[in-house]
């Protein structure tokens, strides 16, 4: 029965994929990539919302109070409140900017801002880097979801169904079919997080449920822990919105206003982690052996609901995980035909990104059976290079006479900083790596910018080029 359950659901969302295409016929690039900039308030929402809770949050979080206790989950919960006021004020600048240079992708902001072939190939080609571990992050959490269906089959086949799955998607509307599979999504996974939360409450009562965690894990925060916590918070709540599908996300909307109304009503989201620490207490309290941490959300929902439920529940938990797929894959694959193949013609770059999005796919399921991680390792290792762009970002909003060459070296010395410190694994007292790294990004940008002058650019130095830009975008 949960597979049936299940099969319908997935049925059911390439049909809203369908009826996404609404009888059009061959899409543009900007309307394949970005809706032609046409989304109103309700869809930019779902399509957002569907980004920022994505099987993170149903597999990821849980899995990383299991494995790390429930104090490793503060900073989760944290940095997704903060950067909301970041998005409010950030979202409709960016979307500003995409506007003005006539923007598809994140690159497309810097090479219409700064006007320098060097500074997009760095921002193109380290966003790809980083990203890959984004897309092994949706595999793992999907591997777990349909492992939760009772199916049996090896991590190869459910990995290679889950990306065939998302490459439909893309193929059928591109952006429009992600922002109507995204409602259906997030019905889905708000049902099931409720739903095995009221299972526990019911089943075991909430009380019962504490008391017996707290006998095999800690509650109590070491000040290493707290500052980790802290730091962390303030670190990814200034990098989830300049994550490359994030702000391509952006550019969907048809106004400013309609980014800053989605923003408003995104914390409503946040009433369902109650009953998301609920499930993961109860795996913690029956002291279930897991294979992965990343099994704990549905150890307890195969564990107290009924067949049919288990089939909803893994149907938004899947849903979930190739929604951001299809998303990555929609930013990926315009900075490889748009800015790292820069001499594409646009009737080009739809099909050649297909091909692109086919090789990120099976990059990321390489990634994934050789490199199994918990699922909350997967999201730093992320954030520590993507948020490095920051500083860029914000000059490019701003209009901020900054060098193009200094971006450029803050973003590579940030980004090789990270990567030297993750693997070296040095003792930072706490503090994120991500966040030093970031520091020393500004730094080494206001370093450069002071070495070389204050002349950044040709657009920036004349005004003549954004002008121009933003006239044409009229």
């Known amino acids: 029965m949960a597979t049936l359950i299940f099969a319908g659901f997935i049925l059911l969302s390439v ?33 957002a919302a569907g980004e920022i809770y994505s099987i993170g949050t149903m597999v990821g979080f849980p899995g990383g109070i299991y494995a790390k206790g429930p104090t490793y989950g503060v900073w989760f919960l944290g940095y997704i409140l903060l950067a909301y006021p970041v998005g409010y004020f950030l979202g409709p600048k960016i979307w500003d900017a995409g506007k003005r240079y006539n923007a598809i992708t994140l690159p497309d902001l ?12 760095v921002v193109a080609v380290t966003a790809i880097v980083f990203l890959l571990p984004w897309g092994q992050l949706q595999f793992t959490g999907l591997v777990a979801a349909l492992k939760g269906l009772g199916w049996n089959f090896q991590p190869l086949w459910l990995i290679c169904f889950s990306a065939m799955l998302a490459f439909v998607y893309i193929a059928i509307a591109g952006v429009r079919a992600s922002a109507y599979i995204a409602v259906l999504k997030d019905v889905l996974m708000v049902a099931a997080i409720v739903i095995t939360g009221v299972a526990v409450a019911w089943e075991s009562g909430v009380t019962p449920v504490f008391q017996a965690a707290s006998q095999h894990v ?4 070491t000040t290493q822990q707290l500052t980790f916590a802290m730091t962390t918070i303030v670190f990814q709540s200034l990098g989830m919105y300049v994550m490359p599908f994030g702000v391509q996300n952006f550019f969907t909307a048809k106004s400013a206003a309609t980014i800053r109304r989605t923003q408003i009503a995104m914390p409503l989201y946040m009433l369902m982690y109650p009953f998301l620490v609920l499930a993961s207490y109860y795996a913690i309290s029956q002291n279930i052996q897991l ?29 979930s995980g190739l929604l951001v797929l299809a998303g990555i894959c929609l930013a990926l694959g315009p900075i490889v035909t ?39 390792t997967l999201i730093n290792m992320a954030y520590y290079g993507v948020t490095q762009f920051l500083p860029g970002v914000i000059a490019v909003v701003f209009r901020l006479r900054v060098r193009a060459t200094a971006i450029a070296a803050g973003v590579l010395a ?39 002058g204050s002349r950044p650019s040709r657009t920036m130095d004349t005004g003549v080029g954004a002008l121009s830009s933003y006239k044409k975008s009229q």
């Open 338 to 376: 748009r800015n790292i193949l820069s001499g594409m013609p646009e009737h080009r770059q739809k099909a050649s990104s297909k091909v692109v999005i086919v090789l990120y796919l099976l990059g990321s399921i390489v990634l994934t059976l050789l490199t199994p991680n918990l699922m909350l």
């Open 110 to 121: 810097f090479k219409g801002h700064f006007e320098s072939r060097f500074l997009e190939l």
């Open 15 to 47: 049909y809203l994929a369908l009826r996404a295409r609404g009888g059009r016929g061959p899409q543009s690039v900007h309307d394949f990539f970005v809706a032609s900039r046409q989304f109103g308030a309700w869809l930019v929402f779902f399509l």
């Open 291 to 319: 294979a992965s941490p990343n099994e704990a959300f549905f150890a307890a929902v195969t564990q107290l609901l009924p067949s049919w439920l288990v089939g909803l529940v893994a149907a938004g938990a899947a849903l």
């Open 414 to 452: 940030g980004q090789g900083l990270a990567l030297v410190l993750y693997y070296k694994n040095p003792d930072l007292g706490g503090i994120n790596l991500g966040l030093i790294c970031l520091v020393v990004n500004v730094v080494v940008i206001a370093v450069f910018n002071l070495l070389l």
């Open 218 to 221: 800690s509650n109590a925060m």
